[in-house]
């Protein structure tokens, strides 16, 4: 029997798992450096475009109460280069760009630029909203800074485009083939809900109301909380893997006094001390036993003899 000198090992392993919450806020509105905190994901800084129904049937009335509204939406952000950018569009039956996303560094002057705002004195009643979407993919949205920076559009309508069902669809799709989101908010019972249904996102994007008198300042904060995160809660789940050798020594207390194992490096048998390959505790373990059980037979035997 060969004879090689090792040691046995036996590896035991335990898993731990780490969960790790870790939750953001967003900038303080009242800050407008237009630099954002490096601890925010972009993902919470959106390029917002305001699209706007300038047609004739809005009327300046109604116009200035758009105007207030939209104010409202925006006046809660931190805008600026690195934060939430807007860019400005209206429409009659053609476009009317107003600002880029680079024109305001801040949100003190986005807000002056919208109040800025200055309904056409040609009154133009065409209502060419498909003609404006087409503007906001074709000259706007290149514009926008991409990557995790969501691309939201704000649509405010008075009623129904001149154009086919056909065409407003098609050029909506486009905006959301591209990724943007697309928000509307119709004023007024002349506006069609499925022309709106057809344009925005899903049904959680549509505000529909009577009157510009309903364009309330909570319709404007709940825009709003569209434009950002609303979940800054990051959870992380780490899992450790330990794992831990324990050296067992070849013994025959740890064997055990039986036959000859192959497996072992060293043998507990009768036949090691032949072989040469008895562990080292051989005779202090098994002799032992082995000459104490012979001796009980041997004993018993005589006794039966007798």
Known sequence: RNFCLHFMTSTTSSTTATVTTTTTTLPDPEDQSGD???????????????????????????FDKAVTFLKAAFSQLAIG????????????????PQFEYTTHANRAAVLAAIDGFVYPTEKLFGTATGRALDYYTDSIMPT????????IVLLLVDGKSQESSATVAAAATRLKDAGVRVIVVGVSDA???????????SPDDVVIVDSFDELTTEIAVSLEDKFVCNDLTTTTAT???????????????????????????????????????????????????????TTSTTSTSTTSTT
Do not use: W
């Not at 926008?144 to 691309?151: C, E, K, N, T």
């Open 81 to 96: 280069a690195s934060q939430t950018r807007v860019a400005a569009l209206m429409f009659h039956s053609k476009p009317l």
């Open 191 to 201: 506006v069609s809900r499925d022309e709106i249904a057809s344009i925005a996102s």
């Open 36 to 62: 954002a905190p490096t601890d925010i994901p972009q993902k919470c800084f959106a390029d917002v475009s305001i699209i706007l129904d300038a047609s004739g049937s809005v009327t300046q009335t109604n």
């Open 239 to 293: 899992t450790t893997t330990t794992t831990t050798s324990t050296t067992q020594a070849p013994l025959c207390a740890n064997f055990g006094c039986s036959g000859f194992v192959a497996s072992q490096p060293c043998q507990c048998d009768p036949q090691c001390s032949v072989q040469e390959d008895c562990c080292d505790d051989y005779v202090a373990v098994c002799a032992t036993t082995t000459t104490t059980s």
């Open 144 to 151: 926008a800074r991409g990557g995790d920076s969501p691309q």
